[in-house]
């Protein structure tokens, strides 16, 4: 039987109209002169690709929902949905969030989905809704979960809850939250790291609702100096297709440029900034790491 779970997501649609309306009108009575601030062209951008990304999450929701259904129903395992087991299944869901945001920051083709939410040089609300159209990169960190006898309607509500809880962390307009709120949870402050571009906050902060999944694996780092957003390479551009698709051409391009398989292999997999180095009297690419991949 499948649990009836609220849609949060439609259901908090009114809370993040409000919170940017209110971000927008603090912004211009307290101007802060070094924040990011809006951008009328940026902040529309970002509206279009949250609304596309809607529709085409129904397109993928159609392959995800089948292949999550049948690993439930292929599992022994069943998690009953009560109020405490819903609790251990967000914290799950949460952790498992890390490793799938942690992925798409390190492996290319993933990147190429995620590098979407990252393509904007504003942090403000609307960033938050600067989302990808190709989100079925996603579906295989989770089916752990799942083959652990969580319902694919339970997941969706905690991921919903999930994306929720981030619409927040995406301003400028709250300072650092007291220590221990700092330490358990992700923050404006942390999340600000998480979409900076300089390169000792590249890949850092990943985590979704909690921020102890960073310190624990090593990726945490505090803000310690304002942050400058967007890629390290920028697009320039505000067209929506091509900010939903620029990183996916940019790898056609350089697979059909690849000498080899192995240097193929790596443009698609490796890094965002791998590139080939090659040996003198070789032809084979060897992997050597530049620090190039997120904003």
């Known amino acids: 039987m499948e649990p009836n779970l609220p849609d ?15 971000e927008m009108v603090s912004a211009r009575i307290h101007p802060d002169e070094d924040a990011a601030g809006y951008a009328t062209k940026d902040a529309v951008t970002s509206v279009t690709m949250g609304l596309g990304s809607l529709v085409f999450d129904l397109l993928w929701k159609v392959p995800i929902v089948a292949i999550y259904t049948a690993v439930y129903e292929l599992t022994p395992l069943r998690v009953p949905v009560l109020w405490w087991t819903i609790l251990l299944m967000l914290l799950a869901q949460d952790f498992f969030y890390y490793w799938s945001h942690r992925g798409h920051h390190v492996i290319r083709i993933l990147w190429a989905c995620h590098v979407v939410h990252h393509s904007s040089r504003k942090f403000n609300l609307t960033t938050a809704l600067r989302q990808p159209w190709t989100s079925l990169t996603v579906w295989p960190f989770y089916v752990p979960l799942i083959a652990c006898g969580v319902h694919p309607a339970a997941l969706a509500f905690c991921s919903s809850a999930n994306l929720v809880y981030q619409f927040w962390v995406h ?47 090593g990726s945490f780092a505090a803000e310690t100096e304002r942050p400058v957003y967007g890629l390290t390479k920028n697009i320039g551009t505000y067209n929506p297709l091509r900010v939903a698709t620029h990183e996916y051409a940019a790898i056609a391009r350089d697979v059909r440029a690849a000498d080899s398989w192995g240097e193929r292999a790596g443009r698609i997999f490796r890094g965002p900034g791998w590139q080939p180095a090659s040996t003198a009297g070789s032809a084979t690419a060897t992997a050597v790491p530049v620090p190039e991949s997120t904003g």
């Open 8 to 22: 949060v997501v439609l259901w908090s649609i009114p809370a993040f109209v409000l919170l940017t309306v209110v």
């Open 171 to 217: 301003t400028e307009r709250i300072d650092k939250l007291p220590r221990p709120f700092e330490y358990v949870l992700n923050t404006p402050s942390h999340h600000r790291v998480h979409h900076a571009s300089q390169g000792g906050y590249l890949d850092r902060n990943f985590g979704g609702i909690l921020i102890l999944w960073d310190r624990l694996f």
